[in-house]
Every structure is written in structure tokens, then in C-alpha cells.
């Protein structure tokens, strides 16, 4: 039975996806902005009734335009995102002894950023883009930045424990991390889940004990290959 399958060996690679999805919609949304205006414009040039039209035009240009800026920073936050995920990726392929997966997908839990295997087990990376400087309270993750702190309205560490059980749910020996390539980390953990920034994942990594002989890293590899756990 398929209980693991991944996309495409690329680090990054279903963020870009989603940016270039968002992207079509942002530039679909500049051109039915600027096609609105044009028309509302065209229709004043007719004869003074024709404001009565030209007006609900501009307002509904207007609305479009709004929407637009709203798809734009999605758009920025996709590229953001998948920049991280490029930078993380490209580190963890060069770890020597290491076999790296990305975008692994758990079919009805979720997808998994980084996937390494390697003798000090499995190591599970979930990466994040956000800048500043990484705080927590009472288990919230916020980042400090030059307009104040700003908040994950998302349960980060939570969401990578939940990937992380499920792989040990299988019997595998399962490391998760949290890591923000882009911000100033102290490390410490939530919900058991160290957060790191790169530098700190990677001698983290290269500590572990080793904890599979490399047959056994062979077999894990061919079966994540295979889009199998057992």
C-alpha cells in the first residue's frame, strides 16, 4: 500500500507551483483592473448620461484593483517561501552520507518540506520564511521586526510534530525540525520541536548518533522511492 509519495526531487518545488498559480490569477486581475478603467473612460467620452455606467466601472475597477493588491503579497509571500525552501534544500543535499527528499507527501496529513536519511536516522525539516528575530510566549511563534512582532496565526511546531508522528507511527527513527533560514534564532524547542535557523540545523544534523547502518538507510531510500514506509 502507497502510504508515502513525492513530488518531483526539488527543493521548492510545489511553492513555486503555487506562485505561478497565484500569479496567472494576480495578472488575470491587472488586466480585467486596467480593461474596466479603459471602458469607464470610453464611456464618459459619449455624452454626460453616460457617467451613470462610467461610475459603477470605476468602483468596480477600484474593487478589482484591491483584490489585486491582496494576490500580489500572496504571490510575494509563495516566492518568499520557496526561496527558503531552495536554500534549505540545497544545504541539506550537499550533507555527505545523506539521501534528501523534498516534497514528500502524507497522503490525508500533509507535506513534508525536507526528508533526509542518512546514519543518524531520519530527519524531517519543515522550513519557514519569515524574517526578525524568532520569539516565543506561552508556545506562540512571533518575529520581531522594525514595525513590531509579528504573530504566526499558524500552529508551526504542531503542524511538524503531526508529520513527524506520523513517520514514527511506522517504526522509523524520526527527527523534526523547524527551521527559518531568513531570521535570527536562539534555538529552543516548542511542543518538543527545536527551532533552528540553517546554521544550527545542519551541526545538529551532523551530531546526531548514528542510528542506521548504511544497508538500512539503502532499504529506507528504496522504499521512500518507491512511495512505500512498509
Same mark, same amino acid.
Given at each position: 500500500?502507497?502510504?508515502?509519495?513525492?513530488?518531483?526531487?526539488?527543493?521548492?518545488?510545489?511553492?513555486?507551483?503555487?506562485?505561478?498559480?497565484?500569479?496567472?490569477?494576480?495578472?488575470?486581475?491587472?488586466?480585467?483592473?486596467?480593461?474596466?478603467?479603459?471602458?469607464?473612460?470610453?464611456?464618459?467620452?459619449?455624452?454626460?448620461?453616460?457617467?451613470?455606467?462610467?461610475?459603477?466601472?470605476?468602483?468596480?475597477?477600484?474593487?478589482?484593483?484591491?483584490?489585486?493588491?491582496?494576490?500580489?503579497?500572496?504571490?510575494?509571500?509563495?516566492?518568499?517561501?520557496?526561496?527558503?525552501?531552495?536554500?534549505?534544500?540545497?544545504?541539506?543535499?550537499?550533507?555527505?552520507?545523506?539521501?534528501?527528499?523534498?516534497?514528500?507527501?502524507?497522503?490525508? &496529513?500533509?507535506?513534508?518540506?525536507?526528508?533526509?536519511?542518512?546514519?543518524?536516522?531520519?530527519?524531517?525539516?519543515?522550513?519557514?520564511?519569515?524574517?526578525?528575530?524568532?520569539?516565543?510566549?506561552?508556545?506562540?511563534?512571533?518575529?520581531?521586526?522594525? %514595525?513590531?512582532?509579528?504573530?504566526?496565526?499558524?500552529?508551526?511546531?504542531?503542524?511538524?510534530?503531526?508529520?513527524?508522528?506520523?513517520?514514527?507511527?511506522?517504526? %522509523?527513527?524520526?527527527?523534526?525540525?523547524?527551521?527559518?533560514?531568513?531570521?535570527?534564532?536562539?534555538? %529552543?524547542?516548542?511542543?518538543?520541536?527545536?527551532?533552528?535557523?540553517?546554521?544550527?540545523?545542519?551541526?545538529?544534523?551532523?551530531?546526531?548518533?548514528?542510528?542506521?547502518?548504511?544497508?538500512?538507510?539503502?532499504? &529506507?531510500?528504496?522504499? &521512500?522511492?518507491?512511495?512505500?514506509?512498509?
Amino acid at each position: 500500500m502507497h502510504l508515502l509519495d513525492h513530488q518531483p526531487n526539488k527543493p521548492g518545488y510545489s511553492v513555486r507551483q503555487l506562485e505561478a498559480r497565484r500569479t496567472s490569477k494576480a495578472l488575470g486581475l491587472a488586466f480585467l483592473s486596467v480593461l474596466l478603467a479603459v471602458l469607464a473612460i470610453v464611456l464618459l467620452f459619449f455624452s454626460p448620461v453616460a457617467v451613470l455606467l462610467a461610475a459603477p466601472l470605476v468602483f468596480l475597477s477600484i474593487f478589482v484593483g484591491t483584490r489585486l493588491n491582496q494576490q500580489s503579497l500572496l504571490v510575494y509571500n509563495a516566492r518568499r517561501g520557496a526561496q527558503a525552501e531552495e536554500k534549505v534544500g540545497e544545504c541539506l543535499d550537499n550533507l555527505p552520507g545523506w539521501r534528501v527528499f523534498h516534497n514528500v507527501l502524507l497522503p490525508e &496529513i500533509g507535506d513534508i518540506d525536507h526528508l533526509a536519511v542518512g546514519p543518524g536516522g531520519i530527519v524531517l525539516v519543515e522550513t519557514k520564511s519569515q524574517r526578525g528575530t524568532l520569539v516565543v510566549s506561552r508556545g506562540r511563534i512571533g518575529f520581531k521586526q522594525p %514595525l513590531g512582532t509579528r504573530w504566526s496565526g499558524k500552529n508551526l511546531a504542531a503542524q511538524t510534530r503531526a508529520l513527524s508522528e506520523a513517520l514514527q507511527q511506522k517504526g %522509523l527513527a524520526v527527527t523534526a525540525f523547524l527551521c527559518f533560514p531568513f531570521a535570527q534564532v536562539t534555538p %529552543l524547542k516548542v511542543k518538543g520541536i527545536p527551532l533552528v535557523d540553517l546554521k544550527a540545523l545542519l551541526t545538529a544534523i551532523e551530531q546526531l548518533p548514528q542510528t542506521y547502518t548504511d544497508a538500512e538507510v539503502t532499504e &529506507i531510500c528504496e522504499r &521512500i522511492d518507491a512511495g512505500l514506509l512498509v
